[in-house]
């Protein structure tokens, strides 16, 4: 009798047991699969980006008697270091837009035939806790290449775009842009007057 009562008790201590192991396996946190992971962070990386939406132009003449012309094929390429990342042309509009992959130091050069050529350096580092989709717009001045201008100058970023923490998004560089903005005014003051010498010399002829 007190054998059998004695096995009793085991089995009942035993199906106690696997209930409670049971239980406590069925809160565990089932394991991450390293498949879904990657999913997650691609799909986060293709909604973190910046879209930059550009329209190029002509300018001529001096500051009071402009005139702006959108300018159409203009070929704009993205540059990784030395290495060409993606290739985009403007439109009719003189407009295009592209999207840039974040904490990358990417340059974009704007090139047209018979036109000078300008570059403008873009960092899309962003902090992990702000990242999301941004976006920038800008307008780009070229001008047609004439002989005897001085254009070291465009050699150099005539601007740097970087992200402003302070105001969670992307801004001009101000001190860098105040800077190179010197250089530029003296620049298209020699401009103009090339064009008005070329336009005596041709009045003469």
């Known amino acids: 009798m007190v054998s059998y009562l004695f096995n009793c008790f085991i089995a009942f201590l035993l199906i106690i047991a696997a209930t409670?192991?049971?239980?406590?396996?069925?809160?565990?946190?089932?394991?991450?699969?390293?498949?879904?992971?990657?999913?997650?962070?691609?799909v986060k990386a293709r909604v973190q980006y910046l879209e930059i939406k550009a329209a190029v132009r002509q300018t001529k003449g001096d500051d009071k008697n402009s005139e702006i012309k959108p300018l159409d094929s203009v070929l704009v390429t993205i540059y990784n270091g030395d290495i060409p990342y993606s290739e985009i042309w403007t439109n009719k509009k003189g407009k295009c837009s592209f999207k840039l992959p974040l904490d990358k130091n990417l340059t974009i050069e704007l090139s047209k035939k018979g036109f000078?050529?300008?570059?403008?350096?873009?960092?899309?580092?962003?902090?992990?806790?702000?990242?999301?989709?941004?976006?920038?717009?800008?307008?780009?001045?070229?001008f047609e290449d004439i002989n005897g201008l001085d254009v070291s100058i465009l050699k150099s970023p005539i601007a740097k775009i970087t992200y402003s923490p302070s105001l969670a998004t992307f801004q001009y560089d101000i001190g860098y842009t105040s800077k190179v903005n010197v250089e530029l005014k003296k620049m298209y003051k020699k401009y103009y007057q090339l064009q008005e010498t070329i336009k005596d010399t041709v009045g003469i002829r």
């Open 116 to 142: 000078v050529t300008k570059f403008i350096s873009v960092n899309t580092k962003v902090p992990f806790d702000d990242r999301t989709a941004f976006n920038f717009s800008c307008d780009v001045d070229i």
């Open 20 to 42: 409670v192991e049971g239980f406590a396996q069925s809160n565990q946190t089932p394991p991450k699969n390293p498949a879904a992971i990657s999913k997650i962070d691609s």
